[in-house]
């Protein structure tokens, strides 16, 4: 029973570039949350999809990021023309519907030159 | 505003020293107070959840408890594979985790 994948691992991009990040809940869950882990700083809320549907974007900047938890596949964080301060590790966690709790993934660990 | 704090920052333990680690929250209507272990280029892995105050959750050296404002993490006869950071997290919605910056436990052997 595969736990919360993410990949790729590492992404490293030029500013101004694109990055997608992806994350495959685990089995037989299907709500996904997204949080940004700054050096130096707490885990900080993005925000939480289920399939097809935006919930809660509050922790999301409001330009240059998008989510999405398509019907199949994997969900998606995109991050438009990337600067230096989007640098961090982007976790991703998934729990089963009403359920009270988080498996998170390994992150995905940006860096911007 | 809603806020989890973590105390202290770093923790250097000899093996076997018991310690306490604090999470003080002041979150609105909490219904969940949540710990995880995070290891060095890993994601946070689950611990405890806590939901009432005055309740108590233990798993092998580790014992978290609850109060009305803050929360414990009780380390007893700590071993070297116990060091890692220690998270907290408080949850007032179920969709929203506000974290603390952590713990940073080093056990030393």
């Known amino acids: 029973n595969a736990g919360v994948m993410q990949n790729p691992r590492h992404l490293v991009r030029r500013r101004g570039q694109e990055a997608r990040l992806r994350c495959s809940p685990m089995?037989?869950?299907?709500?996904v949350y997204w949080y940004r882990q700054l050096p130096e700083e707490g885990l900080k809320f993005m925000v939480y999809?289920?399939?097809?549907?935006?919930?809660?974007e509050s922790g999301m900047p409001k330009e240059r990021f998008s989510a999405e938890f398509p019907k199949e596949g994997p969900s998606i964080l995109r991050i438009q023309q990337v600067v230096r301060g989007d640098s961090a590790a982007y976790f991703c966690?998934?729990?089963?519907?009403?359920?009270?709790?988080?498996?998170f993934g390994s992150g995905t660990r940006l860096t911007v030159v | 505003e809603d806020q989890v704090t973590q105390s202290p920052e770093a923790l250097r333990l000899q093996e076997g020293e018991s310690s306490s680690l604090n999470c003080s929250y002041t979150?609105?209507?909490?219904?969940?107070l949540f710990w995880y272990r995070q290891d060095p280029g890993k994601g946070p892995e689950f611990l405890f959840t806590?939901?009432?105050a005055g309740e108590e959750k233990e798993k092998e050296r580790l014992k978290a408890t609850l109060t009305k404002k803050e929360s414990f993490l009780h380390i007893t006869a700590p071993k070297p594979e116990d060091s890692a950071t220690y998270l907290c997290?408080?949850?007032?919605?179920?969709?929203?985790?506000?974290f603390g910056t952590g713990t940073s436990l080093t056990v030393i052997p």
């Open positions: 089995k037989g869950h299907s709500h």
């Open positions: 806590l939901y009432s």
């Open positions: 966690a998934s729990s089963p519907p009403a359920n009270y709790g988080y498996t």
């Open positions: 999809l289920q399939k097809e549907n935006i919930i809660d």
């Open positions: 979150v609105s209507g909490l219904r969940g």
């Open positions: 997290a408080g949850s007032n919605t179920g969709n929203q985790f506000y």
